[in-house]
C-alpha cells in the first residue's frame, strides 16, 4: 500500500495518474482544488454506529454527483471507481481498489432521502465554493423552470384504469397470495396477467366502453372484497389498495338502484383539478400539464445561478422540484428563504412573468432587500386584447371613497374587496346592471346582456406599481438590464443535453429532487473545471440563414 500525500491521494495513484493524465482532467482538478469534497462526517445520522466500517459515505455522495456530470448509470458509475485511474484520484482511492457492487449506490440515495439529505450534497459544495470566493451573497442571480419527464409511459384513461388495477392485484399477489388466490377468478389472471397495451385493446369504441364498465365493476368488486370482515385488516393499508380507491373515486361514478349497479365514467367537468388528479399508478405523484401547447405528464423543476459578471464562475445556487402544475409564482418566497439560510441572498434577482406579482415586486425589495427584475404582463382585459373599447385605464378610481366612474361618468355601485383564483389580493368593483343597461356605449365596454361592468383590480399601491412596471419595461435601459436573464436557458439546457435532466430517472417527487440536486451540483463541476482550465464560454450558435438575415 503506498503511502497518501498531504491531499489524501495515495502517491502510487498520484504518480500513475499524473502520467496518464500530464495535462490534468476535471476528476483529478476537482480533486486538486477543492480537496475531498464530501466528508463522512456530513452524512453520518444516515448510518448506523454499529457493525463493521462500510463504504465512505462522502465517496458515495462524489460518485453520486460523477454519475451526472458524465450521465452514468449505477452499473457504469461502479465500473469507473473500479476501474478509471481519474477516478481513484478523485476519491483518494489506492490503485488496487476494488469499489464497490453498484447496488450500493440505490441504497445511499435511499438513505439520503429517507434522512432529508438531498439538498446536503449541493449545500456542501456550494458552502466550499463561498470559502474560495467563488460565489457569495449579493450581486445578480436569475431563475427560470422547465419541464421534465416522469419515469412512466403515457397511458389512455382505458389503459390507466387498467394498469392501476393491475398493480394493485400485483402488490395483493406479493403481499398475501393465498388470500388472493382464493378469491380471485380466473377469468381476472386472463383479464390482467399481462400489462394493459393500446395494442391489446379493442379498436371499436362501444368495445372499449364494455371493457371499461368490466375494469370499473372488477375494481369495485375487488375494493369490497378487501374492506370484507373476513378479510385481514393490514391488506387494506397497502399503497396499492389506497391508490386504487382513490382512482375509482376520482375516474368513476358509481349509483346502486334496486341492487342493480351503474358505473359511469366522469365527464372532463367533474374530473377532480389537475394537481390532485392521479396520472400513473406508478408514480402517483406525477401530474399532467400543458404549456404552450406542450403536454406532459411530469414534473417542473426550478434552477436558479449566480450571474454576477466576469469575476465569477457562474454556479446554480437552488434547485426546486414541484409537480408540473405548480405555479410559478408560488416558488419564489422558497427561492429566496433557501438562498438567504445559504448566506447567498442577491441584491438584484431576474426572473421571468411567470414569476412575477404586484406583491412580490412591492414586498421582495423591504422584506427581504431583494429588486426582483420580472416583466409583468399586460392588462388582460378582452378590450385591452382587442384595442377596442373601454379596458381599465379608462375608469377612474376614486379609492378614498371607493368608487369607479366610467367614461360615461356612471358611477359603480359594488366595491368588494378579496382575492383572485391564485389566491392574491384584489378589489371586484361592478356597476349596476340599471347603470349599463341604457348605456349608448355598452358595447364597447362589457359583452354582457345580463350584468354591468366588472372590473377586478389590484389595491392601489400594487395596481400603481404594476402601472409603472409596465411604462418602464418598454424603455430601452430596462430591456439592456433585464437581457441578463436570458443565459439561465443555456443552465437548462446544459442540464438537459449533459446531464439527461428532461426525463427524471426515479419516480417520486422526493427522489427526482434529489436527481435535480446532484444534476445542478454536477453542473457547477463542469463549470468550475472550465473555469480552472480557462475555457471560455461558448458563443451563442447563429445558423447561417439566420446570420444573413443579421448581415443585412
Known amino acids: 500500500m503506498g503511502s497518501a500525500s498531504r491531499d489524501g491521494v495515495p502517491s502510487g495513484t498520484r504518480q500513475i495518474a499524473r502520467a496518464v493524465f500530464p495535462k490534468g482532467c476535471l476528476a483529478m482538478r476537482i480533486r486538486d482544488h477543492l480537496g475531498t469534497v464530501f466528508s463522512d462526517e456530513e452524512f453520518r445520522e444516515a448510518f448506523g454506529d454499529r457493525g463493521r466500517p462500510g463504504i465512505s459515505p462522502g465517496q458515495l455522495a462524489l460518485v453520486s454527483v460523477l454519475q451526472y456530470v458524465e450521465n452514468l448509470t449505477d452499473r457504469q458509475a461502479a465500473h469507473a471507481v473500479r476501474a478509471r485511474i481519474d477516478v481513484k484520484y478523485l476519491l483518494g482511492l489506492e490503485l488496487a481498489d476494488t469499489g464497490f457492487d453498484f447496488t450500493v449506490l440505490t441504497g445511499f440515495r435511499q438513505r439520503l432521502v429517507d434522512h432529508s439529505l438531498g439538498e446536503r450534497v449541493l449545500d456542501l459544495l456550494l458552502e466550499r465554493l463561498a470559502g ?9 442571480q436569475r431563475t427560470d423552470s422547465t419541464h421534465v419527464l416522469a419515469a412512466v409511459r403515457r397511458l389512455s384513461r382505458l389503459e390507466f ?46 368495445d372499449r366502453d364494455t371493457l371499461a364498465q368490466q375494469i370499473a365493476a372488477d375494481g369495485y368488486r375487488l375494493l369490497e372484497a378487501v374492506h370484507a370482515a373476513k378479510a385481514p385488516a393490514w391488506l387494506r393499508d397497502i399503497p396499492a389498495m389506497s391508490l386504487l380507491r382513490t382512482v375509482w373515486i376520482q375516474q368513476f361514478t358509481r349509483t346502486i338502484t ?94 421571468d412573468s411567470g414569476y412575477a406579482s404586484a406583491e412580490l415586486l412591492l ?12 416583466p409583468v404582463r399586460p392588462n388582460p382585459t378582452p378590450q385591452q386584447v382587442r384595442s377596442a373599447g373601454f379596458g381599465k385605464s379608462a375608469f377612474t378610481i376614486d379609492w378614498q371613497a371607493q368608487k369607479a366612474t366610467c367614461p360615461s361618468g356612471r358611477s359603480s355601485r359594488y366595491w368588494t ?22 348605456c349608448p356605449v355598452r358595447d364597447q365596454c362589457t359583452r354582457s346582456t345580463q350584468y354591468g361592468r366588472q372590473l377586478t383590480v389590484r389595491p392601489q399601491e400594487q395596481g400603481a406599481l404594476l402601472e409603472r412596471v409596465r411604462a ?37 417527487l422526493t427522489k427526482t429532487h434529489l436527481g435535480h440536486v446532484l444534476t445542478a451540483a454536477a453542473v457547477n463541476l463542469i463549470r468550475l473545471d472550465a473555469w480552472w482550465s480557462g475555457t471560455p464560454l461558448a458563443r451563442t450558435r447563429t445558423s447561417r440563414l439566420a446570420a444573413l438575415e443579421l448581415a443585412t
Not at 474560495?132 to 445578480?140: D, P
Not at 371586484?428 to 343597461?437: L, M, Q, V
Open 132 to 140: 474560495q470566493g467563488l460565489v457569495c451573497a449579493g450581486g445578480r
Open 161 to 206: 384504469i387498467g394498469e392501476t388495477l393491475r398493480a394493485c392485484l400485483e402488490a395483493l399477489a406479493t403481499a398475501d397470495p393465498q388470500w388472493l388466490a382464493a378469491w380471485i377468478e380466473p377469468s381476472w389472471q386472463e383479464r390482467y396477467g399481462a400489462r394493459t397495451d393500446a395494442y391489446r385493446l379493442p379498436s371499436s369504441r362501444s
Open 258 to 351: 334496486d341492487g342493480v349497479q351503474t358505473v359511469c365514467w366522469r365527464g372532463k367537468e367533474d374530473l377532480p383539478a389537475g394537481r390532485a388528479l392521479i396520472a400513473s399508478p406508478y408514480d402517483p405523484e406525477a401530474r399532467y400539464s400543458q404549456k404552450r401547447g406542450s403536454p406532459w405528464t411530469g414534473y417542473k423543476v426550478h434552477l436558479s445561478e449566480n450571474c454576477s459578471g466576469p469575476g465569477q464562475p457562474q454556479l446554480i445556487t437552488q434547485v426546486v422540484t414541484t409537480d408540473a402544475t405548480a405555479n410559478d409564482a408560488t416558488v419564489v418566497d422558497t427561492v429566496h428563504d433557501a438562498l438567504t439560510s445559504k448566506d447567498l441572498k442577491p441584491a438584484e434577482h431576474l426572473m
Open 363 to 374: 414586498t421582495a425589495p423591504t422584506e427581504r432587500g431583494i429588486c426582483v427584475v420580472a
Open 417 to 438: 374587496a378579496g382575492v383572485d383564483n391564485n389566491g392574491r389580493d384584489a378589489i371586484r368593483i361592478r356597476f349596476a346592471t340599471a347603470t349599463c343597461a341604457p
Open 472 to 508: 418602464e419595461q418598454t424603455t430601452e435601459a430596462w430591456k439592456e438590464r433585464y437581457a441578463a436573464r436570458a443565459g439561465i436557458e443555456g443552465t437548462i439546457h446544459q442540464a438537459v443535453a449533459v446531464s439527461g435532466m428532461r426525463r427524471t430517472r426515479y419516480r417520486g
